[in-house]
């Protein structure tokens, strides 16, 4: 018979090697950035902590799970605090600091109060600039506790974001119940989201939950420039994942290669950005009194908006009607004279870069200001410093004038651009520096068309023709032209375009039929004059497609690029039926020389590719 012995418990080994790394703090803070999807620039970092690399409490993992497990993670917690702060500061990084914090801590009543605003003082950092993400290691037991937690930080300048969400504790209840500033998505979502549209169903409906809640979406675990892209196709305004950038000690401060990748201004906002609706305006600090700030509205009548300014940071916006509304009521003088303005502020407005294109400052203007329509902007440079503002009238109106141009260049038929916008579309791109392709297409014997028809249904084929071109593109990218008779010209920065091509193929030859009567459709075309006068047999209208591929340096301007995309075209339509020809001459940075060498090769379903 065996006998029971009594449960021990043993002490954790960790315990002692992790006292020692608290008391010599021995350990170092990486940066990792989030990303600002809409113009392509750093939003903010957030900070992780790691353990000595020669440690078993390297890993954060097993760092908080030991803090836990040896009564230590209020400790380690506000050290991880302290260092991160520390080095923010001293790195000078733009934007604001994603700082993890367990709700263990934050709901602690009897820890000492204040010192992460005392650790930011010391780094000269202020409060609006501190995003409080909130991990999850166990499930929030008290929401109450946890929500009167939330609106303490929030009265001191933060502002609160939950971690990702979709793979914890109840975190759309986190969502409901603690209504935070940014939620942040787990990286499964972003994972091979391109090739996923279960994936791509459910981040678009955590969009619109967020629009509801006043929230904005970070998804994190983005790791290739296929998931980036379709992140910024549905509209997601902030990201972070290792194609971005892997948490460094040293991060960078701006983020080159989504320079390709913002959104694309039409040609119609061509030398249209942020930076022309600039007004310099002086900023003011957080601590600023409120009647201070009473004050300087009361002197200058015709001032609109105040921007309160960390440094050269801008971290909030005081606006006069607000503030002097708010400053009329009853006893409000008394109990806040000398209240800071960080309090009063309103600390989410809109920031954009000087180099925001107008079409894009457009879209964020109507996504996050739905009402107030006589509201200002901050303007700041690429690196986050404060330049001035700009106001929502000063866009209209703007635009308007853009449109007005615009209109006078579109074709009446298709009201599409004309050749002055694609021509101002291929400038954009050779200023940019970055390979994109024109493409020039054609439709074969559309003229004895025209005349066996009329013109009625030859109109009806080149409107036809323009929105197919027009669905088939990435308007995020992509830009179609239509340059007269049935010539259009794609010009397209998309990595897809072959793919987008000959698509475009496939429908036209899907779709050519359909032009005409069932006695032609069946004898496969029709008898008419050609341009000589004599009467031959022409075929179902056909497409040919001629591409030039455009690198950086490649071509000066818009001339060389439409002499070549004609001379290629002329290739295109060598190729009997729907056909494709790619001028190989400037392909992966080749030298300028003659066309390749090599005929048509079939290519399956009557298209023929060079």
Not at 153 to 173: H, K, P, T, V
Not at 529 to 552: K, M, T, W
């Amino acid at each position: 018979m065996s006998r029971c012995r009594p449960t021990i418990d043993m002490p954790n080994p960790l315990c002692e090697p992790l006292r020692e790394l608290l008391a010599s703090r021995q350990m170092h803070v990486l940066f990792q950035p989030i990303a600002d999807v809409a113009v392509g620039g750093i939003f903010g970092y957030e900070a992780l902590i790691r353990g000595p690399s020669d440690s078993p409490l390297h890993s954060p993992l097993t760092l908080f799970d030991t803090a836990m497990a040896c009564g230590a993670l209020s400790e380690l917690d506000h050290l991880c605090r302290r260092l991160a702060i520390e080095r923010f500061g001293q790195l000078d990084l733009p934007g604001r600091l994603f700082l993890n914090v367990t709700p263990e801590t934050i709901t602690q009543t009897d820890g000492p109060r204040g010192r992460t605003l005392q650790y930011l003082e010391a780094a000269g950092l202020s409060p609006e600039r501190v995003v409080i993400e909130l991990t999850e290691h166990t499930p929030i037991k008290d929401y109450r506790v946890m929500q009167e937690a939330v609106e303490h930080y929030r009265e001191m300048g933060f502002a609160i974001a939950i971690d990702d969400l979709g793979s914890g504790y109840g975190g759309l209840r986190h969502w409901t119940e603690l209504r935070p500033e940014y939620v942040k998505i787990d990286g499964h979502f972003a994972q091979n989201i391109h090739e996923d549209p279960v994936k791509r169903q459910f981040v678009r409906s955590m969009r619109e939950i967020a629009k509801e809640l006043d929230s904005r979406l970070v998804v994190e675990g983005i790791e290739t420039r296929e998931e980036y892209a379709v992140i910024a196709s549905l509209g997601i305004e902030l990201a972070q994942g290792y194609y971005l950038q892997r948490p460094a000690q040293h991060p960078p401060r701006s983020l080159p290669q989504l320079g390709g990748m913002c959104r694309v201004p039409s040609p119609r906002h061509r030398a249209g950005t942020a930076r022309g609706l600039l007004r310099r305006a002086t900023a003011i600090a957080p601590s600023t009194p409120l009647p201070g700030v009473v004050e300087l509205f009361q002197q200058e009548p015709q001032l609109r908006s105040v921007v309160v300014a960390d440094g050269e940071r801008p971290v909030g916006i005081v606006r006069r009607h607000q503030i002097m509304d708010f400053y009329a009521r009853r006893y409000v003088r008394e109990l806040n004279a000398r209240k800071p303005i960080r309090g009063f502020m309103d600390a989410r407005p809109l920031v954009v870069s000087q180099d925001t294109p107008l079409e894009q400052l457009s879209q964020l203007v109507t996504s996050q200001i739905e009402d107030d329509w006589d509201r200002d902007f901050i303007i700041t440079d690429d690196q986050g410093r404060y330049l001035g503002l700009g106001t929502v009238i000063d866009l209209l109106r703007r635009l308007t004038e853009l449109q007005i141009q615009y209109a006078r260049y579109a074709n009446p038929l298709t009201q599409l651009p004309g050749s002055v916008p694609v021509n101002e579309q291929i400038d954009i791109y050779l200023d940019r520096g970055i390979n994109f392709v024109v493409a020039y297409c054609d439709m074969d014997s559309f003229k004895p068309y025209n005349d066996y028809y009329g013109y009625a249904r030859g109109d009806h084929v080149i409107r036809e023709m323009g929105r197919l071109l027009s669905e088939s593109i990435d308007p995020q990218t992509d830009f179609v032209g239509h340059v007269g008779g049935d010539d259009f010209v794609l010009v397209l920065a998309s990595q897809s375009w072959l793919a987008t091509l000959e698509a475009v193929l496939a429908r036209f030859e899907a779709l050519a039929p359909s032009f005409y009567d069932e006695a032609e459709r069946e004898a496969g075309g029709i008898l008419a004059p050609d341009r000589q006068g004599r009467e031959l047999f022409h075929e179902l209208l056909s497409l040919s497609i001629g591409v030039v591929q455009v690198a950086p340096g490649g071509f000066k301007n818009h001339h060389e690029v439409a002499a070549r995309a004609s001379e290629v075209k002329c290739m295109a339509k060598r190729i009997p039926g729907n056909g494709l020809f790619v001028d190989r001459r400037l392909m992966e940075g080749e030298a300028r020389g003659s066309i390749a060498e090599g005929g048509s090769v079939p290519a399956g379903d009557g298209r023929r590719y060079a």
